[in-house]
Structure formats: structure tokens, C-alpha cells
């Protein structure tokens, strides 16, 4: 099976920072690769799909790149809402792995 | 609005069982994927289940391979995850969830608000 790493496994940034997460497939998954955020006690939400389009609604922040193997998740300037953990997953066939997750605080 | 209401949850023993339910509303069952995702307390997501709009395409975790069934009653707009032999590393938040749109390979876009399964003694 395809193993999705990602790394680090929990960050922290000041207000305003650049913030780069990373999601490392065992094998070529093309751009089948998604982004959720979940915030404490929420449930995920869906950031980007197709390794870089961003969802409905999600600020423009947040942007995704990568194809193949490697893959990045961005946010250019961190805010307080965006405090949550990040989840990378593959959905091209199964088992549609998630990434261990990326918890993300402000310094 | 799309909605997913799960149900079912609750407290087991090791080795016995339970049916996970969610009614879907709001969007147009029948034409799309299902999955089951699930959550142990204090960890990460973990993707358990997948079935096709007509059911042909099913597939499972290794770690629930043989163990749970899922599946679908379009006319009910129901699904389901039928959970035996169940292990305490089972204890989890299930949610149930739909993808991003029709296609087989999409994102999971719409979440219930799951329910918590408890395996103990």
C-alpha cells in the first residue's frame, strides 16, 4: 500500500509567517492528493483537492503544489483561526491514506 | 444543503458488535460515493471504508478487512457500517462522508458530525 508522510508533525509560527507542510508518497499518486484542515473539536474540512485547486469558500492563504510523490501545503501569512491540524490524503484508488497530520500553533 | 446524520455508536465489548447508520439528505444520494472515516481519540484521521454509488466498487482498511461491511440503500438514502469482532483499538469517532462531486476518485468534501464508538470491557 502507499504510505502518506508528511512532515513536520507540529510546527509553530508567529502571526503574519509563512507556513509550508509537506506530504511524501511512497509511490506516484499523479495529483490525487487532497488537504484538510481540522480545527479542536471541529470536524476536517476540505482546503484543496487535486493537489493545488482550492476548495469553495477557503481563503486565498492557503495554496497546494506537487504531482507525483511530493507534495506542499502553503499558507502565506498565518492568522489565529488558521490553528488547527493539517491532513494530506491521496483519493485516486484505495486505500485513500491520510498523512499522520501537522498540528499547527502560533508562537 | 448536504446533510449527514450518523448514529449507532456507543459502548461494546471486545468482540461484539455494532451498526453504524447515516442518513443522507439534501443532494442526490444515488449518484455518490460514500466513505466511512474514523477518528481514535487524541489521533489522527483514518480512512476505513469506501462504496460506490451502486455499490460495485467496495473497498476497506487492512485494518478492518474482513471485520466491518459497509453499505447502501439508495432508495433510503441510507448507509451503513456493519462492525463485528471488534477490538479495542476500534474506539473512535466514525464519520461518515461524501466526496467532492460524482467522479470515483474525489476528495471527501461533506462530513457528518460523526458518532463515537467505545470498545471495552
Known amino acids: 500500500d502507499i504510505q502518506m508522510t508528511q512532515s513536520p508533525s507540529s510546527l509553530s509560527a508567529s502571526i503574519g509567517d509563512r507556513v509550508t507542510i509537506t506530504c511524501r508518497a511512497s509511490q506516484g499518486i499523479s495529483d490525487y492528493l487532497a488537504w484538510y484542515q481540522q480545527k479542536p473539536g471541529k470536524v476536517p474540512k476540505l482546503l484543496i483537492y487535486a493537489a493545488s485547486t482550492l476548495h469553495s469558500g477557503v481563503p486565498s492563504r492557503f495554496s497546494g503544489s506537487g504531482s507525483g510523490t511530493d507534495f506542499t501545503l502553503t499558507i502565506s501569512s498565518l492568522q489565529p483561526e488558521d490553528v488547527a491540524t493539517y491532513y494530506c490524503q491521496r483519493y485516486n484508488s484505495a486505500p485513500r491514506t491520510f498523512g499522520q497530520g501537522t498540528k499547527v500553533e502560533i508562537k | 444543503e448536504v446533510q449527514l446524520v450518523e448514529s449507532g455508536g456507543g459502548l461494546v465489548q471486545p468482540g461484539g458488535s455494532l451498526r453504524l447508520s447515516c442518513a443522507a439528505s439534501?443532494?442526490?444520494?444515488?449518484?455518490?460515493?460514500m466513505n466511512w472515516v474514523r477518528q481514535a481519540p487524541g489521533k489522527g484521521l483514518e480512512w476505513v471504508s469506501y462504496i460506490s454509488s451502486g455499490s460495485s466498487n467496495i473497498y476497506y482498511a487492512d485494518s478492518v478487512k474482513g471485520r466491518f461491511t459497509i453499505s447502501r440503500d439508495n432508495a433510503k438514502n441510507s448507509l451503513s457500517l456493519q462492525m463485528n469482532s471488534l477490538r479495542d483499538e476500534d474506539t473512535a469517532v466514525y464519520y461518515c462522508?461524501?466526496?467532492?462531486?460524482?467522479?470515483?476518485?474525489?476528495?471527501?468534501?461533506?462530513w457528518g458530525q460523526g458518532t463515537l464508538v467505545t470498545v471495552s470491557s
Open positions: 439534501g443532494f442526490s444520494f444515488s449518484t455518490n460515493s
Open positions: 462522508a461524501r466526496g467532492l462531486d460524482t467522479r470515483v476518485a474525489t476528495p471527501i468534501a461533506y
